[in-house]
């Protein structure tokens, strides 16, 4: 899928129908003819954008003769369990004054900037709206860690009555998410501080200002996901023992309920052998007297069970 987007006179951001200097093309999945359209248009050498489907792509800067590439990994939100994962989003600026952003999937934080949600955006700006986008991920990176504590959150509260490992399945899929966000934010980092450097484009003043904002926010970012990391390392070694602990219980429960009925049935085993009972076996009420002992036998079992905590 291709769109081409450009900032107006009014200093939107538009969709148009066909490339122009200047514009922003996004290449989402594109076919081999969308391809072959940017291709023809831009200059852009072809394998450059083909890498890019690659969803196991690194953030990295890479040039070409006449095309600067930068790599950066966004979250990603995947599948009907909303799973957190990371996904490479390629962006490439030519020399002749073409942006284009290609992914294997549509990524939040362009839909920010067709949206409108993103102010001052101006295609023509190339290095700003990179500068832009990269501190957008930053921003986007910290909303999905919030939901990440508050999945935390809802996991613990269900952990205290959990008896089954379906809680603590949940717990590693979050703890499989957060590394795969701290991996990502690593490489992001490494990424704008080359980029800080000044030798991958050229930026002014504000630039500077706002690659720095877009620094801090991946930073702050990074210390969050590993602070959500080690709490969720707890929170995962509190699962199995509790787990354990609630299974243990109710093994112990049963086992004591089983002792205290396992005396009746003892009793009524006894006096079903072929023995003499002497006169209770000719009384009319022997059959309560029986009952009313194993009951009572029962009890003072189940009592000094309860005063042992076994029950």
């Not at 023509?124 to 860690?145: C, M, P, S």
């Not at 949940?170 to 991996?183: A, D, G, R």
Request: some cysteine; proline content about 2%.
């Amino acid at each position: 899928m291709i769109k081409i987007y450009k900032t107006n006179e009014e200093k939107n951001i538009v969709r148009i129908d066909k490339i122009e200097k200047n514009c922003w093309i996004d290449l989402v999945s594109p076919t081999m003819e969308e391809i072959e359209e940017v291709v023809e248009n831009t200059k852009i050498e072809k394998n450059l954008i083909l890498k890019l489907l690659d969803e196991e792509e690194i953030p990295r800067v890479e040039f070409e003769d006449n095309s600067t590439l930068i790599v950066v990994d966004c979250p990603y939100i995947e599948g009907k369990d909303n799973r957190y994962a990371t996904l490479p989003l390629g962006i490439i600026v030519s020399k002749n004054n073409y942006l284009v952003t290609i992914s294997s999937k549509k990524q939040e934080v362009l839909r920010l900037f067709k949206r409108g949600i993103v102010k001052d955006v101006n295609t023509q700006l190339k290095t700003r709206f990179i500068i832009q986008i990269l501190y957008q991920n930053a921003k986007l990176y910290l909303k999905y860690l919030k939901m990440i504590n508050h999945n935390i959150d809802k996991s613990e509260k269900k952990l205290y009555n959990s008896t089954e490992n379906h809680e603590l399945v949940s717990v590693l899929n979050i703890e499989k998410s957060l590394v795969y966000f701290i991996t990502s934010l690593k490489e992001n980092d490494i990424l704008i501080e080359k980029i800080s450097k000044g030798n991958v484009i050229s930026m002014y003043e504000d630039d500077l200002d706002l690659l720095e904002d877009a620094q801090i926010e991946n930073k702050q970012a990074q210390e969050m996901a590993n602070i959500y990391r080690e709490i969720l390392s707890s929170v995962s070694d509190a699962y199995a023992t509790i787990i354990s602990n609630n299974l243990n219980q109710a093994m112990k429960i049963l086992t004591s309920i089983t002792i205290v009925f396992s005396v009746p049935t003892m009793i009524a085993s006894f006096m079903g052998m072929n023995v003499k009972l002497g006169k209770l076996s000719t009384m009319s009420s022997a059959f309560i007297i029986i009952l009313a002992f194993s009951g009572l036998l029962s009890l003072l079992v189940a009592i000094y069970l309860k005063k042992k905590k076994l029950l």
